[in-house]
């Protein structure tokens, strides 16, 4: 039976969120219940899932809109064109942390929170209704432990993480029935490139197709990267790793540690922490990329 999985994500700002919710998408272990809108502009990472859903072909998804923060890097807003929330076919909750709650308390079986973005919404939630947390795992792309960006950096206050320091200090310390995390240490490295990465930029699936679609849009308005690889390789798929782990960890190292959250946004070990499991490293980095590639493409 498919894993139920909500998707908590700040889909818009990087494009990973867009590779990923594809990923998810194309994964028959997951069973896509409902996606999250986190940080900013929700209501504008709501439109962009809706219009992403429905070139899907599932508009049957419903969407929560979370709760909006200082409007800004909306870099994939142009792909929507005159789409709006409002031409969405399926159910729409404009109160996305009550959403979010009923539908963990409803659920018959545990639900799997894949978590991509800042968290305060899921912070919201757990600080409500805390007993959510039980009928819950947790999957999340979060923390830099002893490498930053690029091999050989040093650890760094990762953007999930500094964004909403105490939003990230409630969800990574939560009683979660198991939770693991994909740090920098191991989500950095998650990079297509050579043939793997030709099959997709040639595909003719609408999905891949709207995909590279958000990507081109990405790539003339980001700015804290010049991306001048556009056909040569994606940027860095950060959350796709947080995806696979919600059914998978054989392609991965992981370990039991605790963790604390540094009041500048650190993920630091501590022996008085939280128990999280972490990927700390890749047992198969290519075999991990071939399967991408493989769900990607149905």
């Known amino acids: 039976m498919a894993i139920p999985v909500i998707l908590d994500t700040d889909i818009g700002s990087d494009i990973d969120d867009t590779w990923a919710l594809a990923m998810l998408m194309r994964c028959p272990e997951l069973d896509l219940k409902m996606v999250l809108t986190e940080t900013a502009d929700t209501t504008y990472r709501a439109a962009l899932t809706a219009k992403f859903l429905t070139v899907a072909g599932r508009d049957d998804v419903p969407i929560a809109v979370g709760l909006p923060g200082k409007p800004g890097g909306e870099f994939q807003a142009p792909w929507l064109g005159e789409y709006t929330l409002d031409r969405y076919p399926g159910p729409v909750h404009a109160d996305g942390v009550r959403a979010f709650i009923d539908l963990v308390e409803g659920s018959p079986e545990p639900v799997t929170v894949i978590a991509i973005a800042p968290p305060p919404s899921l912070s919201r939630a757990l600080e409500i209704a805390p007993h959510i947390a039980e009928n819950c795992r947790f999957a999340g792309m979060f923390g830099s432990i002893d490498r930053g960006y690029g091999t050989g950096s040093a650890p760094i206050a990762e953007t999930n993480v500094r964004v909403d320091v105490s939003a990230a200090k409630r969800v990574l310390g939560a009683p979660w029935r198991n939770a693991v995390i994909t740090p920098l240490d191991t989500c ?111």
């Open 188 to 298: 950095d490295d998650a990079i297509l490139s050579g043939e793997l990465y030709r099959s997709l930029l040639d595909s003719a699936d609408p999905l891949i197709r709207a995909v590279f679609e958000n990507y081109r849009v990405w790539a003339e308005l980001v700015t804290w990267v010049t991306v001048d690889f556009l056909d040569e390789r994606s940027s860095t798929l950060f959350d796709t790793v947080a995806v696979y782990l919600a059914y998978s960890r054989s392609l991965l190292q992981v370990e039991r540690m605790r963790l604390s959250v540094t009041d500048e946004g650190g993920t630091v070990r501590d022996p008085n922490g939280h128990p999280l499991d972490v990927a700390m490293r890749w047992r198969d980095l290519e075999a991990f990329k071939a399967h991408l590639v493989e769900r990607l493409l149905g």
